[in-house]
Structure formats: structure tokens, C-alpha cells
């Protein structure tokens, strides 16, 4: 009886097909390690297993946003107290070596010390919906990208003819261009007829992805105007920029405690690099990348539109600083103003968190 009632904490190290799990007393000893399928029935296993060895205080998993998702999900719904775990590091691994049952218990005993304490997103709301529209219009974007390289790379060593009649048209113009090439299918062992017909169908690859990308920022622009309309009222903060943003945050805002936190999460945070009678920071290289990508296409936008913005990098250049430093510094203010936007946002579509919002707001 004593056994079922201490205290114990669990841990996962997920992957495709199976999740390996271990169990930790309040002390840090190893109870039990177990494999369980990637399933619901699996899940369901996996934690009346945990519970097995006491009262279950919480579960460290890895890989929440990837092979873990649906197993935090089930334990959220459980009412288990869920943190994400990063996977250790080099240094870690080349001490204690590599396999599941250690990454399970590293992920407990992560989980126990406090060191990752972190919620994982909760992926339920209009947020996660932004989040796959935009992974799908990410992906296109990507592609055209790729094919109009492939198109300029080819015109590049294309007959003289042809590329006197392409040459210096707009990508636009051009791939309209290559769709009116005449294709010989009958005669494409001509080096002339075949590269017609490769750049017919890379124009016409270019304009499907054209039209899917489209149709992505149609769903996606009322949307994100919906659900975040603080955020999309900031200066130099679009649709892209905004889901990106939203993305990084997630559906439940109280994993986000300050804007000091949401900073470091989007890799804005200042890193000391001052060294003797040199005092400075430097880029951090950390973070969500995808949000600094868009904190940094916003920042750029105000550096050419906005005059308050240009007049503070004109007021920083004539202290001597670079124009990364200028950069690093309005891409941490940008993410102040991120996140009070994104808090009250979040804070409007959660009654709970009213009070949050209205302290942002006031």
C-alpha cells in the first residue's frame, strides 16, 4: 500500500511505432522501464502501467510536436500533468550512451528535477489549424521556389534563339512565356523539342503551385485575422508573418510566461558576448527559427516603411553600431509587442485567461 501511494514519475521516449516509457521514484531510482505501441490502446496502457507504481505526478515526453503529439494529447485529456523534454545533448549521450530505455529515463528524470518544466502546446484550437495551413503553403512555396530556379537554369544553356526571346522577362512573364512554347512530342530525341517540352512542364508545375499557394492564403488570411486581430494590426505583421508567430505560440498562451520567455523562444533574446574591456551581445542562433524568420521579414518591412523605425537605426548607426546589432535589437522590441498582441489574442478566445488579457490591454 505504501508502494501505490508514493509518488513516481514517468517518462517517453516516443518514435513512429512504439513509445519507450520508464517510471522514477521521488528520488530519482529507476522502477521500471516498458515498450508500448504508438496507438490509443497503447497510450491507454502506457499510463495505467505508470500508474501501477503510485500516484503519478506528471510525465516528461519528448518529441510533443513530432512522434509524441498524440500521446500528450491523451494524457491532457487524462488530467496528467505533461512537460516537454528536449532530447539530451552530445554531451550527455557520449557519457551515458544511447538507447530508449536511457532516453526514457533521462526524460523522467528530466521531468523530476525541474529541468524541462516546459507545457507543450495543446494543438486544439484555431491556432494548430493556422499552423497546417500553413505548413501546406510553406511546402508550395518552396517548390515554385525550386521550379522557377530549375526554369532559369535551364534557359541559361537553352539555344540562342530561344533564350533572346526569354531573356529579361519577369518570372511571371517568363513562365507564361515557356507555357506557350510549342511542344513536338513526336521529335523530343532534338535537344531543341525537348527543351520545350521541360520548360512547358516546369511552367506548368510553376502555375499549379502558384494557384495552390492561392488558394492556401485565402483560407489562411481570414483566419489568422480571426483569431489573432491584435497581431495582424502591427505594423509590418502580415498574414505569413503572423501565422508563423501564432505557430511558435500555440493554443494555450499559459505556456508562455513572460515576454522575456516568448523572446528566448523565438531566438530574439540577447546573448552576452563581452569579453575583457569589450561589452556587447551578440545574435541568438536559438530558438524557433521559423518564428525569427518572421520577426526579421516584419523588422525589415518597418526598416523600409516605417520612419520611426528608420530614424532608430539612423539614431544606432551614428553610435557605431552594425546593422546586425540594429536588427537584433528591433527584432527584440518587435517581440515585446508580439507577445502582449498575442496574449491579449489568445486571452479572447480562452474565457479563462480574461484576466491576462485585460491586464495586457489596460
Same mark, same amino acid.
Given at each position: 500500500?505504501? !508502494?501505490?501511494?508514493?509518488?513516481?514519475?514517468? #517518462?517517453?521516449?516516443? &518514435?513512429?511505432?512504439?513509445?519507450?516509457?520508464?517510471?522514477?521514484? @521521488?528520488? #530519482?531510482?529507476?522502477?521500471? *522501464?516498458?515498450?508500448? /505501441?504508438?496507438?490509443?490502446?497503447?497510450?491507454?496502457?502506457?499510463?495505467?502501467?505508470?500508474?501501477?507504481?503510485?500516484?503519478?505526478? $506528471?510525465?516528461?515526453?519528448? #518529441?510533443?510536436?513530432?512522434?509524441?503529439?498524440?500521446?500528450?494529447?491523451?494524457?491532457? $485529456?487524462?488530467?496528467?500533468?505533461?512537460?516537454?523534454?528536449?532530447?539530451?545533448?552530445?554531451?550527455?549521450?557520449?557519457?551515458?550512451?544511447?538507447?530508449?530505455?536511457?532516453?526514457?529515463?533521462?526524460?523522467?528524470?528530466?521531468?523530476?528535477?525541474?529541468?524541462?518544466?516546459?507545457?507543450?502546446?495543446?494543438?486544439?484550437?484555431?491556432?494548430?489549424?493556422?499552423?497546417?495551413?500553413?505548413?501546406?503553403?510553406?511546402?508550395?512555396?518552396?517548390?515554385?521556389?525550386?521550379?522557377?530556379?530549375?526554369?532559369?537554369?535551364?534557359?541559361?544553356?537553352?539555344?540562342?534563339?530561344?533564350?533572346?526571346?526569354?531573356?529579361? =522577362?519577369?518570372?511571371?512573364?517568363?513562365?507564361?512565356?515557356?507555357?506557350?512554347?510549342?511542344?513536338?512530342?513526336?521529335?523530343?530525341?532534338?535537344?531543341? &523539342?525537348?527543351?520545350?517540352?521541360?520548360?512547358?512542364?516546369?511552367?506548368?508545375?510553376?502555375?499549379?503551385?502558384?494557384?495552390?499557394?492561392?488558394?492556401?492564403?485565402?483560407? =489562411?488570411?481570414?483566419?489568422?485575422?480571426?483569431?489573432?486581430?491584435?497581431?495582424?494590426?502591427?505594423?509590418?505583421?502580415?498574414?505569413?508573418?503572423?501565422?508563423?508567430?501564432?505557430?511558435?505560440? #500555440?493554443?494555450? /498562451?499559459?505556456?508562455? &510566461?513572460?515576454?522575456?520567455?516568448?523572446?528566448?523562444?523565438?531566438?530574439?533574446?540577447?546573448?552576452?558576448?563581452?569579453?575583457?574591456?569589450?561589452?556587447?551581445?551578440?545574435?541568438?542562433?536559438?530558438?524557433? +527559427?521559423?518564428?525569427?524568420?518572421?520577426? %526579421?521579414?516584419?523588422?525589415?518591412? +518597418?526598416?523600409?516603411?516605417?520612419? &520611426?523605425?528608420?530614424?532608430?537605426?539612423? @539614431?544606432?548607426?551614428?553610435? !557605431?553600431?552594425?546593422?546586425?546589432?540594429?536588427? +537584433?535589437?528591433?527584432?527584440? %522590441?518587435?517581440?515585446?509587442?508580439?507577445? *502582449?498582441?498575442?496574449?491579449?489574442?489568445?486571452?479572447?478566445?480562452?474565457? !479563462?485567461?480574461?484576466?491576462?488579457?485585460?491586464?495586457?490591454?489596460?
Amino acid at each position: 500500500m505504501a !508502494g501505490k501511494r508514493r509518488p513516481v514519475t514517468g #517518462g517517453v521516449d516516443t &518514435h513512429d511505432k512504439f513509445h519507450y516509457a520508464a517510471v522514477v521514484d @521521488r528520488v #530519482g531510482d529507476v522502477l521500471s *522501464t516498458q515498450q508500448f /505501441p504508438a496507438n490509443a490502446r497503447g497510450y491507454q496502457a502506457l499510463l495505467a502501467w505508470m500508474r501501477g507504481y503510485g500516484g503519478l505526478v $506528471k510525465v516528461g515526453v519528448e #518529441g510533443t510536436g513530432s512522434y509524441g503529439a498524440g500521446l500528450a494529447r491523451y494524457l491532457a $485529456k487524462q488530467h496528467v500533468k505533461v512537460v516537454e523534454v528536449d532530447r539530451p545533448d552530445r554531451k550527455t549521450r557520449r557519457r551515458q550512451g544511447k538507447s530508449d530505455p536511457i532516453d526514457a529515463i533521462a526524460a523522467a528524470l528530466a521531468a523530476l528535477s525541474g529541468r524541462a518544466s516546459g507545457a507543450p502546446k495543446a494543438r486544439t484550437g484555431p491556432v494548430e489549424a493556422i499552423r497546417v495551413l500553413h505548413v501546406a503553403r510553406r511546402g508550395a512555396v518552396k517548390a515554385r521556389t525550386a521550379a522557377i530556379n530549375q526554369l532559369k537554369g535551364l534557359i541559361v544553356t537553352a539555344p540562342e534563339p530561344l533564350r533572346e526571346q526569354l531573356r529579361g =522577362l519577369a518570372t511571371p512573364a517568363l513562365a507564361t512565356a515557356c507555357l506557350n512554347l510549342p511542344v513536338h512530342e513526336s521529335d523530343l530525341s532534338n535537344p531543341e &523539342h525537348a527543351i520545350n517540352a521541360a520548360l512547358h512542364a516546369i511552367a506548368t508545375r510553376i502555375q499549379q503551385l502558384t494557384a495552390e499557394i492561392t488558394q492556401a492564403s485565402k483560407r =489562411l488570411r481570414p483566419l489568422v485575422a480571426t483569431t489573432a486581430p491584435r497581431l495582424s494590426a502591427l505594423r509590418g505583421v502580415g498574414p505569413d508573418v503572423a501565422g508563423r508567430l501564432l505557430a511558435a505560440a #500555440g493554443d494555450n /498562451p499559459d505556456r508562455l &510566461h513572460s515576454e522575456a520567455a516568448f523572446a528566448h523562444l523565438c531566438g530574439v533574446a540577447p546573448i552576452p558576448a563581452s569579453s575583457g574591456n569589450t561589452q556587447r551581445h551578440r545574435l541568438n542562433r536559438g530558438g524557433d +527559427r521559423a518564428a525569427n524568420s518572421a520577426l %526579421y521579414t516584419a523588422t525589415l518591412s +518597418r526598416l523600409r516603411h516605417d520612419p &520611426h523605425t528608420r530614424a532608430y537605426a539612423q @539614431r544606432r548607426a551614428a553610435q !557605431g553600431k552594425t546593422i546586425k546589432d540594429t536588427i +537584433r535589437c528591433l527584432k527584440r %522590441y518587435l517581440a515585446r509587442d508580439v507577445y *502582449t498582441a498575442i496574449m491579449a489574442d489568445l486571452a479572447a478566445l480562452n474565457p !479563462g485567461l480574461t484576466t491576462i488579457g485585460a491586464s495586457l490591454t489596460s
